[in-house]
Every structure is written in C-alpha cells, then in structure tokens.
C-alpha cells in the first residue's frame, strides 16, 4: 500500500481506486479519520465513487495503517500539510473533497491553506457549534479514554486496543488505539509512561481536535463567507452534527447548496449518491 514519509518520521498510508479525476475522501473518527470508517456509512465512497473518478482515500496519523510520534498535540495545519504531501506523492494538482463527520473541518482547513489544489467540497454531516450544543459536548468525546486510564492503568488501555484497535468504536482504547493494537514496541512505550504524562497527552490531543475559538474547529469563523468553492452539503443531526450548522453554512458560503434531511434514508440513498456524482462531475474541468 502507498504511503508518504513526513520530515517528522510520520507515515501517512493513503490507496488509490478507479480512474479519472481525482476525489479526496476525509473520513469522520475522533482522532481524525481512517477509511476503514467509510464501511460505516451510508454509501462507501472508496467503492461507489471509483467507478466514475481516482479516488485517494486517507488514513489520518494515529489511524488505519498511518504512524506518527506520540503524544504529539492534534494539529489541524499538520494534518492539512500531511494531506497536500499525499496529493502530491499521488500528482494530484487539484481535487474534490468527499468529508465526512470531523472530516469536513480538516477540509475546510486545506481548502483555507491550499485553495488552489481543491476544486469542490461535499460535505457529510459537518462537525461544529450551533444553538443546542456546546464545547464540552466535543470534548466529553475523550472522558472515556481518561476515565479509563484512571481506573485501570496504562496496561488496560492495551488490553482495551489488543480487543479493538478503533478508537471510534472502542473509546476506551484512546486516540493512539491502532499503533497499540499493532506495534509492540510501541505498547512497551506506552507502559512505560507514568499514567499521568499518558493523559495529559490525551488533553492536548483531545484540544487539538476540539479547539475554543471557532464554530468550526479549524479555520477563523469569517472564513466560511469567502469560501466560494462549489460545496454540497449533506446535512447532520445530533449534537455533534447539527443540522443548525449544516444550514448556517449553507446561508454563508456563497457556492453552497444543502440538501434536505433524511437525505440518507431508505429510497434516498441511491437519489443521494446520484446527486453525489452529478456535483463531481458538473465541477470537473473538462
């Protein structure tokens, strides 16, 4: 499998399907996306998009078959320059982005770095801050990985990713769950951590993904009413994924069209990933 080398040792793992032009695929996970995480929504892009573009499909440090050094702090810059090295690895001038969940921040924040390599944006349950959520119900996404910490030592965090190596699907195994349940070396390290120093790196990397400032995460808030890229907008629901929000960005960036709730429902599915296509490929140069 394909993977890019950072200056900082981290290898990002990324594959490659189909033919044509190229589609970005940013999944949703609480320690940044893997594609493994697309088998969970309501259409697989890695499949279902490769039959009409090239698609790259990402595993964010931390995630999937991707390493980096430890207990660094998320950072939405260094996730973003990640990506434009896979792109360029993969000579992919310029893109459309498919993000999902906490996908959609790390692709407002290549295309607020990189504008010029992202074509369009189709946007998948956007994360972010609206009436009837608050900060604190983002970072609640890591108690459970502190609260077990605390109750069972560093040796029950690896029995936790020895189970499941998916921090998503199994929190308690914390945000560096796929290096513990594949690298050994790597578990020795993380046992012989004092258990504070272990959760004092789950707080920065939780503040990384979660950061005060913005409804947004990642880029400033009046970023979103110059952003003139095509965007689809699949609305969320929930309190990570408020519909609220999804609407709000509809009414500021100028290029954007949402589509109604229950898009990803019953006979809807198909209608969706229709229309899925059909904005790819009305905003692919010919």
């Not at 993977?3 to 999944?27: K, N, S, W």
């Not at 998009?49 to 964010?60: K, S, T």
């Not at 390599?117 to 956007?126: N, Q, T």
């Not at 504070?196 to 913005?214: H, K, M, N, Q, T």
Request: charged residues 25%; hydrophobic residues 40%; glycine residues 10%.
């Amino acid at each position: 499998m394909p993977e890019t080398v950072r200056p900082d040792g981290a290898r990002i793992h990324y594959e490659v399907h189909g033919r044509g032009f190229p589609v970005l695929l940013l999944a949703d996970g609480t320690a940044g996306g893997e594609i493994a995480s697309w088998s969970r929504n309501f259409y697989d892009p890695v499949t279902e998009l490769a039959r009409d573009f090239r698609v790259i499909a990402v595993d964010q440090r931390h995630t999937g078959g991707s390493t980096a050094a430890p207990f660094e702090p998320f950072s939405y810059p260094q996730a973003a320059a990640d990506l434009l090295a896979v792109l360029d690895d993969a000579g992919a001038e310029q893109v459309h982005v498919v993000a999902a969940g906490t996908g959609t921040a790390l692709a407002w924040r290549l295309a607020h770095d990189a504008p010029q390599r992202v074509r369009s944006v189709v946007c998948e349950r956007p994360v972010g801050l609206a009436e009837g959520n608050t900060l604190g119900d983002f970072l609640g996404t890591y108690d459970e990985p502190m609260r077990h910490a605390r109750a069972e030592g560093l040796a029950g965090v690896i029995a936790a990713a020895a189970e499941d190596g998916s921090f998503t699907r199994n929190p308690a195994a914390g945000p560096y769950a796929g290096r513990l349940h594949d690298d050994p070396e790597f578990r020795e390290e993380i046992l012989a951590l004092r258990r504070e120093r272990y959760i004092v790196s789950l707080v920065r990397f939780r503040d990384g993904i979660w950061p005060a400032g913005s409804p947004y995460f990642s880029v400033p808030e009046e970023w979103m009413k110059g952003f003139d890229r095509p965007l689809l907008i699949l609305p969320g629901a929930g309190t990570l994924h408020p519909e609220g929000l999804a609407k709000r960005i509809a009414d500021e960036a100028p290029g954007a069209r949402i589509l109604d709730a229950g898009h990803d429902t019953g006979d809807r599915r198909a209608e969706t990933v229709r229309t899925i296509v059909s904005f790819l490929n009305d905003h692919t140069p010919r």
